[in-house]
């Protein structure tokens, strides 16, 4: 993984090329959210790429990371998901949402990232299609 990294100043920004989320002002006009302030977010302001994301979760599904035994004592986000054997990380700020979805395997993955221009009920039905498109790729005939 070596595109990931924690902001830990204010004055760090998003290194490289990367979508640009935007959430309403007080004012209901769209303003670009990119230049968060991540350090706020403690771990959760993690910055990834969705290649390293992949990369974790291919090495974490085929047992290269951690025992099996203990691979099984963590939970699965979305056990709707092929009976509950998807893995997944998601991310977002406001105006922003990604998710990587794998399959137990490690073998098949999805990553999906969104930059968004709506309030918070319009964002989860953009939630609910990624979990539409993860079951179609990752869980095909179910």
Known sequence: MKSTYLATKVSDQIKGPHGHGYHPDAQGRPRDVDRLNATSYGAEGAISTAHDVSAFFRAFNQGKLVPPELQKQLPRPFPELCGGTVSSASGGLPGISSVTFSSADGRTQL???????????????VGDAMKKAAAAVLCPGQ
Do not use: F, I, P, Y
């Not at 999906?112 to 918070?120: E, F, G, Q, Y």
């Open 111 to 125: 990553a999906l990232a969104a930059t968004l221009k709506v309030d918070n009920e319009k964002a989860m039905a």
